[in-house]
């Protein structure tokens, strides 16, 4: 699908919105992101999976990773049924060790050697993801690659290159907010906003 | 699929195990159930899927429901590969309200009036079935069916019946011993004990 489609997809459903919002950490942010929306949309849903698949065939190569992992709860729902479509094992990872007490840190399809696709809904400063990538990595699995629907370009994809790991995103928030201002749901205020907090041209 | 080839592909992926099992709670049980071995195997969690879709189309109807719920984190992978499979909005309810703090505690497709149908991995009491129903008949939505893959025969399908809600299940754990006995994989000492634990003849 391409960046005009997912970005119209994405803004009609209210996944990515635009204004002022008050983040948990007080700062504010010009836009707000969330891909539970997609869920209650089986058609979008399954837009957005179709996505990521098409990006694990193009850019990381289907026979380049033996397993799919992610970390509840956003995440794996969408790593679920890219797994199930892909005909791939799937992994999770538990969010924190407070969650899992005597449970193991990775469930499924990660044992050593195995290499392994991260997948997570949103990449904002990696956090997640860097955490998926590290407990998998301590269980001996190999990780090269993580995909995300949207990236929020906050610092994930240096974080990741750090651990020796490529981001992909279906779509980073710059290029949803060109394509959106192209297609005149977002005004110049708000890309110029998005483009300032991005750092992007 | 048929329960004969159910129970060989659980048996066989370690998804079923039968002995001498000491539980959380202390007691003792002559078998154990962990579906978490499924999504490591991609064709078996396909072919689970695909007798769950078959389940909610021969028992159920896929027109007497408007969407899926289910509850984190083993249970959400197979709805939401269900979902995807099916077509249907997905819905997932908090595990706890520790879990969710001002978060709402259930997300996605679960609106007022919606029928949803209720998707878990394992039936054992039925707590956390019985959690996920409550908590979407709050937010105002109709539940009148719930699927597992197994039910453990632990008063699940009772606990569900005061809610007004009826438990399929594409397996009982005594429809798996009896057809792991007839394929000699289980002996005639744990199929009495299973028996005898789950009250069947």
Redesign the interface.
Known sequence: MKPAEIAAILYDLGAIKFGDFTLSSGKHSPYYVDM??V?????P??QV?GSLLDLAEEKIGLDSFD?IASV??GG???A??L???S??????V?SSAKDHGTQRAV???ASTGQRVLVVDDVATTGASVVHAVDALQKAGARVADALVVIDRLEGAAESLEKLGVRLCSVATIAELGTELHKQEKIDDATISAIRARTGTA
């Open positions: 539970r929306s869920l209650g949309s089986p058609a849903f399954r999976i397993s509840p709860t794996l729902v969408f679920s049924a797994a199930y479509e005909v791939k094992p799937l992994a999770y538990r469930e499924g399809a």
